[in-house]
């Protein structure tokens, strides 16, 4: 199963993964650190990824702005967190941050050794702000701690979010065993032009009343999933990259995500959805993963279509099957989707 650990080596460890417009993206972990660099191969197996990777939402400048370098910050007063004089942590700014503040952070790695405490809790009306136009290349968060989940119990996370906070620009990392890169539980955030990499269980984990916005970023090479919804977790999630991951989606209990032009490509299985789930799936890509492409178990009920509202998405080329429904006596309505039908197992109606 996909959200069986291994555990994390000590030694260096090295991936590519041809992902962006032709770019290879190399990440190396050492330690609690990581580089990532961009080089241009010869050749790559991708033709289209998540467009407008430069697009800020419009309430980003809102207030203050607080400035944080791991490289040269400094956490005391001798610092006024500006951009000449830079707070060195995330956690240090966030004591000083009121709603409405945009924590600029340099380019870098924030990790234990440079004052991170983890997790990282985003408060409500706090944007948290990178390299938007590399989806996080050159800013990087790696690390994660211990909390009480209201609804799942004790977890380990680098990132939780409160209220309306936001997220643009990083890369998040959590190499803990069984450690999520950024939790999201009764809140509304919005996530945008980050990347979610080699975490050993999720690279988003939404639960509860979370309703976020999910918009241009890419998860790749985490152990789990790229993104969990569970209990009541709802939201939008628009227009990612999921590549080489477990699950690209994992839907669960009663969650009612909406899942638009998302590329869901070479994972474990593409979107994987159970118990009473109904997520709804429109104009996506989901290709070449190693087993099935869509599957439903147990009561699961997602809308992949209607005679009303055609799903349009485009369904092909997976390992074992493009649709595959073994819930208990349900029925699938898929309509307006490119489906290989030799490739549909259970009862589905087109």
């Known amino acids: ?10 030694l260096t460890l090295s991936f590519c993964s041809k992902l962006y417009k032709g770019w290879r993206w190399t990440t190396t972990i050492l330690g609690l650190g990581l580089i990532t660099t961009l080089e241009m191969p010869a050749w790559a197996n991708i033709q289209t990824i998540p467009s407008a990777p430069g697009i800020i939402p419009q309430n980003l400048v809102q207030g203050s702005v607080i400035y944080v370098d791991p490289n040269t910050g400094i956490d005391s007063g001798a610092s006024t967190g500006s951009q000449s004089g830079p707070y060195r942590s995330i956690s240090y ?10 924590i600029q952070l340099n380019p870098g790695t924030y990790s234990p050794e440079t004052g991170e405490v983890f997790p990282i809790v985003l ?13 996080g290349q050159t800013t990087v968060i ?4 211990n909390f009480v989940s209201p609804t799942f119990a004790r ?6 979010t409160e209220g309306n906070s936001q997220i643009l620009g990083l890369t998040l990392t959590n190499p803990n065993t069984r450690g999520t890169a950024l939790w999201i539980e009764s809140s509304n955030p919005t996530v945008s032009n980050s990347t979610f990499t080699n975490s050993k269980r999720d690279g988003i984990f939404i639960t509860a009343e979370g309703n976020p916005k999910i918009t241009n970023n890419i998860f790749t090479q985490n152990t789990g999933n790229g993104i969990s919804i569970a209990r009541s977790g709802a939201g939008e999630i628009r227009n990612n990259l999921f590549q080489n ?7 669960n209990d009663e969650a009612t995500p909406v899942l638009i032009e998302n590329q869901i490509i070479e994972n474990r299985d ?14 996506n890509l989901i290709e070449n993963n190693q087993r099935d492409g869509v599957v439903a178990i147990s009561q699961a009920q997602p809308d992949l279509g209607t005679v009303t509202n055609p799903g349009q998405n485009i ?4 390992g074992r099957y493009d649709v595959y429904n073994a819930t208990r006596g349900y029925t699938l309505t898929v309509v307006g989707n490119e489906i290989d039908q030799s490739k549909i197992s259970g009862a589905v109606e087109l």
């Open 1 to 10: 199963m996909c959200n069986q650990q291994e555990p994390m080596q000590p």
């Open 93 to 102: 700014a966030l004591q000083k941050a009121q709603p409405g503040t945009v």
């Open 123 to 135: 408060k409500d009306g706090i944007t948290l702000q990178g390299d938007v136009s590399s989806n």
């Open 142 to 145: 790696v690390g994660g701690g």
């Open 155 to 160: 977890q380990n996370a680098t990132i939780r």
């Open 245 to 251: 991951t477990g699950f690209g989606i994992s839907v």
């Open 270 to 283: 593409g979107v994987v959805i159970s118990h009473q789930a109904k997520p709804t799936l429109r104009n």
């Open 315 to 318: 369904i092909r080329s997976n």
